[in-house]
């Protein structure tokens, strides 16, 4: 959901007051920021709470996000992959986000 949506479903809300609790939130670990560019960023639940892991495709055209789910041999190879790349760094994997940026369906036929 973006600060516009929100904003949209509860006018009476100041802008600040969103992004401020937006801020405590995604602290807290509760909400998830996902940065879209321009300052422009996306908010989902996170996935301690959801016990959902996703990623996402992200329209570099209108700003859509779209939540992505990969088959689970396609995840393990994925994190055998970034543990791989990250190991002569010394650096222990504990998880990963990924987004796919490219152009939606609407937007290329624009």
Request: charged residues 15%; contains cysteine; aromatic residues 2%.
């Amino acid at each position: 959901m973006t600060i516009p949506m929100i904003l949209q479903v509860r006018p009476s809300l100041a802008q600040s007051s969103v992004y401020r609790n937006l801020s405590v939130l995604q602290s807290a670990g509760l909400v998830t920021r996902i940065a879209l560019g321009d300052d422009h960023a996306h908010f989902e639940l996170s996935e301690e709470l959801t016990g959902e892991h996703h990623h996402h495709t992200v329209c570099t055209e209108c700003g859509a996000v779209t939540p992505v789910t990969l088959a689970d041999a396609i995840e393990a190879k994925l994190v055998k992959s970034l543990t791989a790349a990250t190991e002569p760094a010394r650096f222990r994997v504990t998880g990963h986000r990924l987004d796919v940026l490219g152009v939606c369906a609407a937007c290329a036929s624009a």
